[in-house]
């Protein structure tokens, strides 16, 4: 990842992320950890898909099935 | 990226750009940043597929889900 | 994977995981051992999917089939 | 790409070539540049599936959803 | 592969495993040979979908197809 | 490619080859250039399918779309 | 692809291997060379799905197309 793009990416971390994916489903969680490969762990996860929620734990995510990161609480 | 693609993107950074997706989305939002991947990181994110528009605010967009970037208000 | 990544999946050794895989399956058993590619080995490994419980045995699965792992049992 | 498959293309610089797309659309526009990837950016894009013309403005479309390239005005 | 996971396969050697595979095929053999990219050969390979059994001979199943490995006579 | 694949489509060069692609969709072309990725550039493209015949021009098609390429008039 | 297995293709050489691939179709021909890739070159080649015989001359095969490769004939 660009450097500015992993710099974001690190301003995250602790915060709550929205994942769209690629399969359609919505997750949210506590950001903990990211690699260049845009896996990610994520604590207090939920699958907040189709307005349900599901609470998933600490997930790990592999990166190929993100669509996009949403930073919706980040305030800079 | 060749250099004339990599100066083009880097032209339309802090302008609003419009990305279709591979799954028919259409994103719109002001380019912050991007990489060799073409992973992109928007400000002000709007989701307007299908005659709708949903607020997705900052959001990082991994490169493998887009099919084109629109540069529209590009002048020069 | 980043060294946070690889660290907690090491700490998930000998411990249950739940695998949701691409294919909308999913897949618990105790995590054996893994690879940079996410490759998995279980033991004791169960297809859960559909509320049936399938025993598979031990398994090697492949990573690039996994969409997330997550840790239920986890207490740290 | 072989030097005379990237000459070929590069001679097609500022002609109107015609994009196929691996989802079925077809693209046409005034090709600007390419790169290894066979990410090109294109002039006065527009959209002609399904006997319709879309303007697309200047874009870049990634060369993985390319099916094939026609250079259909050259003459050499 | 990891070598813990290497060595599970190499274990596995002139044993009977079972393929699940990404087509939703179900297929048995002896596992003779097997290379990173977990291209594997088989001996008296069938192919046992749909409460069915097909003699495939012997066979070289690509690893990308993979789904998972199911060793169930291990004993160890 | 192994050296004598490399060697049968360079001996095919100036021949009509006829492509099956991943779409179902069969094209016959001059066979004017190819690279490692089996990207190919064709002379007198047809698009073949469906018992019709469309003239695509000179085409350069992307090798990752390649199922098979027929080499029907060699006679070596 | 590990020595065993390329030592397995390489004996197959000039005798007839039936391919199974990811499309469902199924070809059979007169295995001539292969590459790390698993592209292959057959001659005499035949598409045999659905009970009807195609004839497909000498063909080059991209071996990402593939799911297996039987060796029906092999008597070692």
Not at 34 to 52: G, P, Q, R, V, Y
């Amino acid at each position: 990842m660009g450097d500015e793009i992993s710099t974001l990416m690190s301003n995250s971390k602790n915060k709550i992320v929205l994942l769209r994916l690629r399969n359609n489903k919505t997750v949210r969680g506590n950001l903990q950890d990211f690699d260049i490969h845009m896996n990610l762990t994520l604590h207090e996860a939920e699958d907040i898909s189709d307005n349900k929620i599901t609470k998933l734990g600490t997930i790990l995510l592999r990166g190929d099935n993100i669509l996009s990161v949403s930073l919706p609480e980040e305030e800079s």
